[in-house]
């Protein structure tokens, strides 16, 4: 996982373990502000996956074609065949409804954060590289998935527990599920 000690960052809050601890000492609002603090942090760690996930299936899918001796073919045709999914299209694997999209602002800094790893020019035409500079890249950007998805599992298990605590509260008064 990602260093947390100190840090200012959303995660850091959230990973911090005082962040789970003593929630049912905490009232129902902070308890909701946590929960959905987590969902918004658990979003956007999913979209940094996503974009880590791309940009190593790009690199993967050239070293691919290279190691199979096929022709080069046109730059937009590689992106295509190598972003193609074969799985069902969208939605949560949780079991939960769908929820809205990440900020604009979280998204630019998703982007810069996987665009720092390899730079942009590095990987944007992966064509240029050489079968060295192609195999750092993917190096880079399978540690990076690798980091972006503990971090994910943690996040998700602070979600875990405050939707836990909700559920054991609104079990208990059904009342405090209607309450703001």
Do not use: C, F, W
């Not at 990440?102 to 996987?114: F, I």
Request: glycine share 6%; net charge negative.
């Amino acid at each position: 996982m990602s260093e947390r000690k100190g840090g200012k960052r959303r995660i850091d809050r959230l990973l911090a373990p005082a962040y789970g601890e003593n929630l049912g000492e905490l009232p129902l609002s902070e308890v909701k502000r946590r929960r959905d603090e987590s969902l918004a942090e658990r979003e956007y760690q999913s979209l940094l996956r996503r974009l880590v996930q791309g940009r190593l299936d790009i690199l993967r899918a050239e070293q691919a074609r290279r190691d199979s001796g096929e022709e080069e073919g046109s730059l937009v045709e590689n992106l295509v065949a190598a972003l193609a999914s074969d799985g069902p299209a969208g939605g949560s694997s949780r079991g939960e409804a769908l929820r809205l999209t990440v900020p604009p602002e979280e998204m630019t800094l998703a982007r810069r954060r996987v665009e720092q790893l390899v730079a942009d020019t590095t990987i944007s035409d992966p064509r240029s590289l050489t079968d060295d500079e192609l195999q750092q890249a993917a190096t880079r950007l399978a540690e990076e998935e690798r980091t972006v998805s503990a971090d994910r599992a943690a996040v998700i298990g602070v979600h875990d527990r405050l939707q836990e605590e909700l559920k054991r509260r609104y079990k208990k008064d059904p009342s405090e599920a209607l309450a703001p």
